[in-house]
């Protein structure tokens, strides 16, 4: 948290030396890494948590006063959960994220047989803030056509594409 504090005030103090590209691309490259390191366990952040992060990314704004829109931070988190939402899907993590997600399949022909995930029963409300109710429930809030693409490079691109 200092490192963030000092690289925050960093960026404001010498904004007057910076054209607005400089400073969006120091934002991009200094700021964003550090709000979005902790991944998927940014999901279950609270709302007190979601507002601190707002208030960054809005002041970051304020400084840029760049034309350029600028990533949201929380779009960026829930577009990394469903690229690892993905890759489990893909088999292409460990093997203990291989299963991690299963499809919901049933013998009614429907738009989202197969494309949709089950989402786990949850008996206590700390459980809904688990990866694997999250992250299915945000995968499944992608477009269909995004969730039917078999390739996985074109799946993250497609879900890169959705969160910008």
């Known amino acids: 948290l200092i490192s963030f504090v000092d690289k925050y005030k960093y960026l404001g103090n010498i904004l007057d030396n910076l054209t607005d590209e400089a400073a969006e691309k120091i934002y991009k490259m200094m700021i964003i890494p550090l709000l979005t390191y902790t991944g998927t366990a940014s ?3 609270t709302s007190t948590q979601l507002n601190k992060l707002k208030s960054i990314e809005n002041r970051a704004r304020q400084i840029i006063s760049s034309n350029a ?7 960026l988190i829930k577009r990394e959960a469903c690229i ?11 093997e203990n994220f291989n299963n991690y997600f299963d499809l919901f399949k049933h013998n009614i022909r429907t ?3 197969g494309y949709q995930l089950k ?10 803030k688990a990866f694997r109710f999250l992250g299915a429930k945000i995968y499944n809030e992608l ?6 693409t078999s390739d996985f490079e074109e799946f993250s ?8």
Not at 84 to 94: A, I
Not at 143 to 148: A, F, G, N, T, Y
Request: hydrophobic fraction near 35%.
């Open 84 to 94: 690892f939402v993905g890759k489990c899907l893909d088999s292409s993590t460990c």
């Open 69 to 75: 829109p600028l990533p949201k931070i929380y779009s």
């Open 143 to 148: 477009p269909l056509e995004i969730r039917k």
């Open 157 to 164: 691109n497609l879900t890169k594409q959705h969160f910008n």
């Open 111 to 113: 738009r989202n047989n």
């Open 119 to 128: 989402l786990p029963k949850i008996k206590l409300v700390i459980g809904k």
């Open 43 to 45: 999901l279950s952040f």
